[in-house]
């Protein structure tokens, strides 16, 4: 189905798990997509050449307060976690009104609870597809890819709640810094990688650093992941690696300066972080 015609729709650039302009993760949100077809979304998610690019619409389900749908320059995503923070900041700038307390966003993967917090927005990590080890094979070709030797990976899990990410940690921040992968051994693997911050050299601004690499899906690494932080949450609380709330760092490596800030309350797990309108405008779609 083609679009209705060629008009002007309101437009957003915002950065996402930051309070300070620039050291996020950038998400494009494209208002009022209605009308929109499939292949206009994905051609435009190419063209941006951001991680994700999202599309605002009228939702079809009745407790829904929007709906969204996620492309990355490759493929459209049933759910991820900065486009879902950045998506609701947009909407509610833009003067939406939440039917309850909560913000409920509609995507492939479902229903998605997003609460304020204060200048925050934080969603309810959704459950999990795949939380199993890893396999041999797979850890090989992740150490591999990492360039480390296979017992430097402390742990790993698959932490898949829709984009496909498998997660393994690392002795240390310094070591998570000092990964240059080979993306072409990664091959379609999407890897986070996570380890310690030591208080007496890292400082406390965080608990934990976390990188995230997709080379599969036309991103080398993504500066601020909340669909990883998410993945990796239930696992470091579930598994008791690690205890109560903790904020993690993401996207030192690329020069950007991310906190992602894990809460648990009403028995869910919340990744929260703030965001700020870049760019505001019209885009002819």
Same mark, same amino acid.
């Given at each position: 189905?083609?679009?209705?015609? %060629?008009? @002007? ?31 206009? +979304?994905? !051609? ?53 009104? &939440?039917? *309850? ?43 591999? @890819?990492?360039?480390?030797? &296979? ?17 393994? +940690? ?15 051994? +990664? ?11 030591? &208080? ?15 080379? *599969? *899906?036309?991103? +080398? ?18 598994? *008791? ?5 903790? %904020? !993690? ?15 648990? !309350? ?10 700020? @309108? ?8």
């Amino acid at each position: 189905m083609q679009p209705l015609s %060629v008009q @002007s729709r309101d437009f957003r650039q915002i950065d996402v798990f930051t309070a300070k302009a620039l050291k996020g993760n950038p998400l494009a949100v494209v208002h009022g997509a209605d009308g929109l077809d499939e292949s206009t +979304m994905a !051609a435009f998610a190419a063209w941006t050449k951001l991680s994700e690019t999202t599309f605002l619409l009228a939702p079809t389900h009745p407790a829904a307060d929007y709906q969204v749908r996620i492309f990355t320059p490759t493929r459209e995503l049933p759910f991820a976690g900065h486009p879902t923070l950045g998506s609701c900041h947009a909407w509610l700038e833009a003067g939406g009104k &939440p039917k *309850g307390t909560e913000v409920i966003q509609e995507c492939k993967a479902g229903l998605i609870r997003i609460r304020r917090d204060g200048d925050r927005l934080a969603f309810a990590a959704p459950p999990q597809i795949r939380s199993d080890e890893v396999d041999a094979d797979t850890l090989a070709q992740v150490a591999n @890819s990492l360039r480390v030797a &296979p017992t430097a990976i402390l742990r790993a899990r698959w932490v898949d709640n829709g984009p496909g990410w498998l997660a393994v +940690m690392l002795g240390s921040r310094a070591e998570v810094l000092a990964l240059k992968p080979d993306f072409v051994a +990664m091959g379609a693997l999407k890897v986070g990688v996570v380890g310690a911050w030591d &208080p007496a050299i890292d400082g406390d601004d965080a608990r934990f650093e976390v990188r995230a690499f997709a080379p *599969g *899906g036309g991103t +080398m690494e993504d500066p601020v992941t909340g669909s990883l932080n998410a993945g990796v949450a239930q696992w470091l609380l579930g598994s *008791g690696i690690t205890t109560g709330d903790y %904020v !993690a760092s993401q996207g030192t490596a690329l020069g950007r300066a991310g906190r992602v800030y894990v809460t648990q !309350a009403g028995g869910d797990i919340w990744i929260g972080g703030n965001s700020v @309108s870049c760019i505001v405008g019209q885009v002819q779609l």
